[in-house]
Structures are given as C-alpha cells and as structure tokens.
C-alpha cells in the first residue's frame, strides 16, 4: 500500500484536514482508521495523512461540537470509536467548501492555465 | 463542557483500537503478521506525540497545574506558618471588616422583602405640588379608607402602621413590637401562616374585636412553638386580642431595622384611642400604603390611575378643621407611587451618610492591610529569586511562574475571606449592639446571602490580584545567573526594589494619616457633643413615663392623679426632688406653634416659632435648670387665674429684644391661625436643650402643669435622686402602684436618654477610631518590616562602613533619613488626601469643619511618633552589626 515514496507527497495545508475529515463522514459513521483510509483513498495516495495527526483533529472537532463520537464496533467485529457530522458540522462543511472551492479558484486564476507551468 | 472531557485513557484506547484495525487492514493485504504491526506505526507515526497532543489541547493539563499550583502552594504556606498567619490575621481583619460593612448596607439599604415578587410593590405616597422630593409617605386612616375603597389600579392595595403594645397589665412596662395592619395586608404580600390563619379583611371591619397575629420568633420565644398558643388571650396596653395565627418565620415587618411581634387589624384602634379616635382623625398621620398593582399595569398608568383618583381621595378626607389656605392646598394633593421592594426604613436616612462613610474607611484598611502583604510577597519574593530562577533556567514558562505565585495569593486570600466571614458576623451583631438603644432596639437580617458572599468572593479575588501581581511581576523579572550564583551583591546592583517598598510604605503612611484625621474628627466632634452643656444635669435623674389612658383613668381625673403621684413619689428616700412635664427632655418629641408678641417686630414662618412644655414646679429644681429672672410656677396658677409661662433665654432674645420679658406678654395661634388668650411670662430660665442634643436650643416657654388646657394622659416624671437612680425602679413602683395599680411605667435615667441621642456619633467615633488605630498599626507593621528587611539586606555594606570607621551614629542617621523621607511623602501625601476627602464629612461632624486644625496636626503627630519608634528598632539593628562577622561571612 504504502509503496509510493514519501517525499513526493503532498504536505497537507493548514486547515484543510478539518475539511477532509468532515468531509469523509458525509457518507455515514466511521472510526479514525476508517476515514484515515477513506482520505488516502479518495485522494489517490497524493496527500501525506499522518494518522497520528488525524487523533487530535478529531478531538478538536469533536470539542466544537462538529462532530459527536461513541464507542461501537466495527465490521470485522473489533471496538473503535466511531464519529458521526453533527448538523453544526454538516454546516461548517458547506461553508469550508464553498471557502475552499473560491480560494482554489482564485489561486488558480492567478498561476494562470497549466500550460505555462514549465 | 468542562466536566464532560474525555479522559486520556479514552484516547490512548482509541488510538490502540486504530493499530489493531489497521493492522488488521495490513494483513488482509498480504502482510506478515510483524509487518504489518510495523507498517501500521509506522504510518500512524509518534504515538507518544500524539498523546502529548491531546493532553496539551484539553483542559486536563489545565486541571492538573491546578493541582500542581495548590499543593505547591499550600507546601510554601505550610513552610513558613509565621508569614501564613500574619497575612491571614491581615486579610480577615481587611476582608471580615469590608464584609461587615458591606452586610450592614445589604440589610438596610438593599436587601428585598421576603415575600413573593417583591419588585411588584409599590409605596404610595402623597406628593404635595410645589414641593421636591418623592412625596410623603404618612396617610391618615380616613384617606387610606378612601384610597381602599376608590382604587382601581391595584390587585391588592394595603396599610400598616408601627407601635409599641404593653404586655404587661399595670406597673413596669414590657412593650412588645405592634403593628396595625389593614385586611388585605397579608393576602397581598401573599403571605403563608406558620400556624393558624393570618388576618383577613374580615378582620379589618369597623367595630371589630379583637383577633391578634404573632410573628414566628415571638410565637417561639414566648410560646415554645406551641400550637395551644392559638386561642390564647393577649393583653396590649390593656385590651384583649385573641391570637389566631403565626406569620411565617422570613417575615419581619415591613420596617427594615425593626421587628414586629404581634400585628393587629387597624379598626381595633378605636379601643384605644377613647373619643378621638385616629380612625376618623383627619390630622392623625400614622400609616403607609403600599400596593400590588395589576398585572399589566405600568408604572405610567399606575400614575396616571392615581393623579385621576387623588382629587376624590382629598376631598372625600379633607381637614374640615384646618386653615382655610391650608384646605385649599390639601386638596390639590396628588397620590404618587414608588418602588417598594425594600420596604421601608427610618434607618435609611439616618445611617446611610454614615454606612458609606464607614465603607470607604473600611475599604482603605484593606489597601493598607493589601500593601502590607504584597510588601512582605516581595520580601519572599526576594528569598525565593534562586528558586525561581532554577525554575526558569529549566524551561518554566514566565506565565506559569506568575500563576504559580497568584495562586499562592488566592489560596492566602481565600483562607482570608473564610476567617474573615467570622468576624464580620461577629462584628456586624456587635454594630447592629451599637446602633441600638433601649428605646429603639435596631433588628437586622443579617443572614449571609448571595449578594455578601458574592462581594466577599470579589474583593477576595480583588485583593490577591493587588497584593500578588507586583511582586510576582517583579519576582520573575531577575537576572539568572546572578540570581543563581546567590550573591547577596546583587540586591544592591538593584536598588530599585528597594524603591518599590518605600512606596508601598509611604503609600500607607499617606492613607492611615487620613483615617487618622477621620478618626480623629469623629471623635472630636462626639467628645463635643458628649460634653456638651445641655443646660440642665443629666446625672442622677430617674424619667418615669407613665399613661393614665391605658389604665383608664377619666380625663377629668387626671390631673390629680397626677399631683397624687407627684407628692407620693417625692416623699420617697433618696429622691431629693421630683418634677412632672408633658414631654421629658431630650425625648425627641416636640410640640411648637407660632407665637405673637406685641414688642417685637412680626415675625412669620419658622422665625415665630416657639417650643412649648407643661412642667410643675418641681421641674426647674429638679433638672438644675437656673432661674435668672422672676418667679417659678406657684399654686395660684390654676385653670382658673391668668395664663402664665416661664421662657427660656432664647424665647426672651427673639420675642422680647431688649426688654425685660418679666411681666409681657404673648398669645399662640391656635389651630385656625387666629390668636389665642394672652399668656404673661413670669419667669426667665436658662437656656437647654429641648428635643434633641444636636439642635440648636429652641425658644421655649414653659406652661404650668396645672393650667394644661386639655387632657393630659402620658406625663412624665423626673426624679433628682441621692442614690443610683435605676435602684429607685421598685419603690417607684410601689408607691404608683398604692395610688393605681392599672398605670404602666416605664423608665429611663436621663443620662441614658441624651447618650442614646448620640448613637450615631456614638458608632462613628468608636468605628473609625478602632479603624485608624487598625491602620496606623498595619501601616507601622509595614515601616517596621520594611526596614528591617533593609537592614538585613545592607547588613555588609554597613559592616564595611563600620570597618572603615563609620560611627553608629551616622549608620542610625542614614537609616532613620529613609524613614524620614517615606514619612514625609506620607504625610504631605495624606494632608492632600484629608483635605480633598473628608470634606463629605461636614454633615456628620459636629461643632467642628471638617478641616479642623487640631485634629490635623494631631493625627500628623501620632503618625510621625508612631513611625519614628516602628523606625528606630531596626535602625537601631544596624548599629549593632559587628564588622568582623559581617566581612567574615563575605
């Protein structure tokens, strides 16, 4: 799995692992190895996701009360701990993302069509 | 939020539960068990760190310096027990005194009634136009029947009036707190029984017998409690009533400052005014209204429903027999209504200047007693610069150093605040002792409530941050590797901490020399007032008050009751003399009117205003009061001869200009404003004091007794006695018990009643002279603790200088000029202070500006002495220090 190297990896800008996290429990309920997974996966491996960093983002999430978690078990049978978006953080997700998307334009804009990148 | 943290154990479960799935995940792609362990850590990354990342986002690391702080705190207390005790003796004292003064103005000033939605009350009052002011707040019963009865803004609308019953049946008098209430008094405070059933309209119906409410501390004090009080027959001032119920035990009255123990409707008053009954009295002011409004009634149409209601009310109750202007006045009086949540007190206005005054005193004791501390953090402060420096040469943040040391201030001050609740309680009964008086016994609800507690906790929060954020702040500002070699050098590379105390110190010189300069006015201006010449001698004088209506005497049967009385109780051992007056001295009744002389030019208003008293003849000799001029009363001044009077000096200046009063006369207006029968003065007596001691004498013409136009049922007796006059009391009682057994006595000696006068003088000078001599005690505590801290710390530079010849002298001179220049500052400081300050003090000084020249330089003197012996003992140190230990020792 973790057979692409390192180094060419994106470094995940500040703030953006909220959004993916929120992000990845619009599908439903899902413990940290889970969405941890599900980001690797949806990005195609291009995002370097420290797991360990993903814990205290949880918990920084779950203190805004974006996100609400419990104790439950997972589909091959072991405990974890699952999250679940809150309607304060399905909220938060749509302003972050409506933020993201004009941020990204507008960077985009200004680096001009892909072409000129040498 | 707070307690609802997830626990680290929580969290390192969810992150093992994580490499397991992972794990897990790793091996269904091929991996080996070991590998995949690997690979999944790997890919998790630090897990310690992530841990760490946790506890430092919560509020468990929060939570746990906490802990840390107060077990360090408490240790550091702990090791040093003398300076533990002495800040928290100091702050009790600041603290309990604050509280206690604050407690006094909750009771009186703030504290709300305890009964339901007390903010919904209101007074009314009648506001007379033309006046300033909220109105007044007296009814006569017959316009309280009409506001009752007309009234349509109110829900509940209700009147009650203040008085003393006599329990007791004849002989010495046991008064129990009364108070006449209407019918809907308790249904609209909404008020439950205790036991039995609380007064009702039903009540309250002219004509009415008896029924009777005990208040719940009456009902146990005297009754245990016990349900057969219910039933039971009381007698006040004679009459029956019947108890049929308790009021509930948080209901004290609607007088704050006073009690009541049994309330009764206001229609039994017809038994016990005779034939002027107050109930149809229309100049007969002795109740307050207060109302509930109807819902949804503002404050605007409550005003407007009682301005469209006021011309009825007035003409419905007008004073048929008044002045014609006055009538004509009296019906353009309007009701007005006003915020009664409070309830009511004569307290207010007497002790309000006072309370204040004695909060600001109270709140500078505790600056004083703040910086005494924050002098003695600095010294440990300075103790402890190598600790702190380890701490902080090991990574200890700056900021976790400052609330390490605040908390040990607010565990100190926390401590504070608790023993300083006990004595506030302690203190605050003890005021309330002082304000009281025999006549006029104060009653308080002192229980602790929010609003205490909450100012406790304030000004204890308050006080850590003013006596620890300096030295903490300067604690933390040292050099490291000086402070770590440990030189004591490095004290004096930094003198300016030195500086720091010295202000400290001269800051609290300059406040206690303005507590002084207050304690020192209060107490000149009672020692004034207390050695006043009153005119007449206060000492060895019996006041008996007797009431002959109460025992049922006949109006035509009075007087000679009276002269019956008079002689039986002059024949008794010890009693050189004895006097008889309508009104005793210093009683703080009066009875005046205007007065027309036809030698002096018309005076009007208040200028021809004259104090009038019925006395016999034994009253001048009896009260040491000197005849300057003509005759005292003599037997042929009877109803039937020429109307007489005996003035005093005052009366004969103003009335009499120049002349020689013996022989003029003068006439009082009567009611209607005409002139009555002319009255000859007979004689000239020297001027005293007539209502209170406060006032100026008023002119005053004495009646003889036996000419007294009307009735005359509550005479007082004095007694010039040989022997202390209180062992009179039962042979008094004896011999007016052989003439009437029915007549109720009560008494006083007049030395008591002029001290009782001066209460609140009386608490001030006590007060702010045991706070001054507080503060000039801290503040020398400081001085003295200040310097000594100096000396020790310059011990080797004074050995040096002493080693290279220095006398003791001039190592004495160089300490004592610090002392000098602190005290200096002080005192020029403090003299500014006074002179701006205690200028709100003029209205409670007495015969004496508030910059009094005396007390000034008084209060500057003990300062100075007081500083310059707290001074000398540690100057004194510094002389002895020996030269070879010190240099030895470097």
């Known amino acids: 799995m973790s057979t692409q190297k390192e180094k060419d990896r994106l470094e995940l800008l500040q703030g953006t692992l909220d959004l993916l996290i929120l992000r990845t429990l619009i599908f439903g309920p899902q413990h940290g190895q889970g969405i941890g997974r599900a980001i690797q996966q949806t990005t195609e491996d291009e995002l370097l996701v420290e797991h360990g960093a993903l814990y205290p983002a949880l918990q920084r999430l779950e203190e805004r009360g974006w996100i609400a978690a419990e104790w439950g078990t997972s589909t091959n049978n072991r405990k974890a701990r699952f999250y679940t978006l809150t309607r304060l953080g399905r909220k938060q997700l749509v302003r972050e993302t409506t933020k993201w998307r004009r941020l990204a334009a507008a960077i985009g804009r200004v680096l001009g069509p892909e072409a000129g990148e040498g | ?890």
Not at chain 2, 361 to 382: D, E, K, Q, W, Y
Not at chain 2, 842 to 867: H, K
Request: overall charge positive.
């Open chain 2, 1 to 890: 939020m707070f307690w609802r943290k997830r626990k680290p154990s929580d969290f390192r479960a969810e992150i093992e539960a994580h490499l397991e799935l992972e794990t897990e995940q790793l091996k269904e792609q091929g991996l080996s068990e070991e590998e995949a362990r690997v690979a999944a850590r790997h890919a998790f990354g630090n897990v310690t760190r992530a841990q760490e990342r946790f506890y430092e986002s919560g509020r468990w690391l929060w939570w746990d310096h906490l802990v840390q702080d107060l077990h360090f705190g408490l240790r550091m207390l702990r090791k040093n027990p003398g300076f533990t005790a002495v800040a928290i003796l100091t702050l009790a004292i600041g603290i309990g005194a604050n509280t206690a003064i604050f407690s006094l103005i909750d009771a009186v000033m703030l504290r709300m009634l305890p009964v339901p939605r007390p903010d919904e009350l209101r007074l009314v009052r009648i506001f007379q136009p033309g006046d300033t002011g909220e109105g007044n707040p007296t009814f006569t019963n017959p316009i309280w029947e009409q506001v009752r009865d007309r009234q349509g803004v109110f829900s509940g609308v209700f009147a009650w009036s203040g008085d003393r019953f006599d329990l007791a049946q004849g002989g010495a008098v046991h008064y129990a707190n009364g108070l006449w209430v209407s019918g809907d008094f308790f249904k609209t405070l909404e008020l439950r029984p205790a036991a039995g059933r609380l007064l009702t309209a039903a009540d309250d119906q002219r004509g009415c017998s008896g029924a009777a409410v005990l208040s719940y501390g009456f009902w146990q004090e005297h009754y245990g409690g016990a349900a057969s009080a219910l039933g039971i027959t009381l007698s006040l001032d004679t009459h029956s009533f019947e108890v049929v119920g308790v009021a509930p035990p948080s209901f004290y009255g609607m007088d704050v400052g006073s009690k009541f123990d049994v309330a009764i409707p206001i229609c039994a008053a017809a038994q016990f005014d005779g034939k002027e009954s107050r109930l149809d009295h229309r100049s007969w002011w002795w109740l307050t209204v207060a109302g509930r409004p109807k819902p949804g009634v503002s404050m605007n149409q409550l005003a407007a429903g009682l301005r469209v209601l006021s011309p009825q009310v007035f003409t419905a109750s007008q004073p048929t027999n008044w002045p014609p202007d006055m009538q004509k006045k009296f019906l353009r009086w309007v009701l007005v209504a006003t915020p009664a949540a409070t309830g009511m007190s004569s307290l207010r206005r007497q002790f309000d200047r006072p309370l204040q005054m004695l909060m600001a005193v109270v709140g500078l004791v505790l600056l004083i007693a703040c910086a005494n501390i924050a002098s003695l953090m600095l010294a440990r402060a300075a103790a402890r610069r190598k600790d702190l420096a380890v701490r902080q040469a090991l990574g200890a943040g700056r900021f976790r150093l400052i609330r390490q040391l605040l908390t040990e201030c607010v565990l100190l001050s926390s401590a504070g605040a608790l023993v300083g609740i006990l004595f506030a309680r302690w203190g605050t009964a003890l005021l309330v002792r002082v304000i009281s008086t025999a006549r006029n016994e104060v009653f308080l609800d002192l229980s602790l409530d929010r609003r205490v507690l909450g100012f406790t906790v304030a000004i204890a929060v308050f006080t850590s941050v003013l006596f620890g954020l300096l030295p903490a702040l300067r604690a933390i500002r040292v050099s490291l590797t000086l402070a770590m070699k440990g030189s004591q050098a490095t004290e004096s590379v930094r003198p300016r901490r030195f500086r720091s105390r010295h202000w400290i110190v001269a800051s609290q010189m300059a406040l206690s020399l303005v507590l002084l300069v207050a304690a020192g006015l209060f107490l000149r201006s009672f020692a004034k007032l207390a050695t006043l010449d009153m005119g007449f001698d206060r000492n060895n004088v019996l006041l008996v008050g007797t009431n002959l209506q109460v025992a049922r005497i006949p109006p035509d049967q009075q007087l000679a009751t009276y002269e019956m009385i008079e002689s039986r109780l002059g024949a008794l051992p010890g009693v050189l003399s004895v006097g008889r007056s309508k009104l005793a001295p210093i009683s703080g009744y009066f009875w005046n009117n205007t007065i027309h002389t036809d030698w002096s030019k018309a005076l009007s208003g208040d200028d021809a205003l004259a104090f009038f008293n019925y006395v016999s003849s034994g009253y001048f000799q009896t009260l040491h009061m000197t005849l300057l001029a003509g005759r005292n009363f003599a037997r042929g001044d009877t109803k039937a001869g020429p109307r007489v009077a005996v003035v005093n000096e005052t009366l004969a200046r103003r009335f009499f200009p120049n002349l020689n009063p013996i022989g003029r006369t003068f006439r009082i207006d009567d009611i209607g404003g005409q002139p009555g029968p002319p009255i000859e003065v007979v004689g000239l007596v020297k001027d005293s004091k007539y209502a209170s001691v406060r006032e100026d004498i008023p002119p005053t013409a004495f009646f003889p007794a036996t000419q007294i136009s009307k009735h005359t049922e509550e005479d007082s007796f004095e007694l010039r006695t040989g022997i202390r006059p209180s062992a009179l009391v039962s042979a008094v009682q004896a011999a007016v018990g052989d003439v009437n057994k029915q007549i109720p006595l009560e008494f006083h000696t007049l030395a008591e009643q002029v001290n009782d006068s001066m209460v609140q003088e009386r608490m001030l000078a006590l007060l702010s002279g045991f706070f001054g001599a507080l503060a000039l005690l801290l503040a020398m505590i400081g001085l003295y603790g200040t310097l000594s801290y100096l000396v020790a710390q310059r011990q080797t530079e004074f050995g040096i200088r002493m080693a290279l010849g220095a006398e003791p002298g001039s190592i004495l001179r160089l300490v004592m000029r610090s002392v000098l220049s602190v005290l200096a500052i002080g005192v020029v400081a403090g003299i500014a202070i006074s002179l701006a300050a205690t200028r709100v003090l003029q209205q409670l000084l007495f015969g004496l500006g508030p910059r009094d020249a005396v007390t000034m330089v008084a209060a500057v003197a003990v300062l100075s002495v007081v500083a310059l012996i707290a001074g000398y003992l540690p100057a004194r140190r510094a002389t002895k220090v020996d030269p070879m230990v010190t240099l030895r020792n470097e």
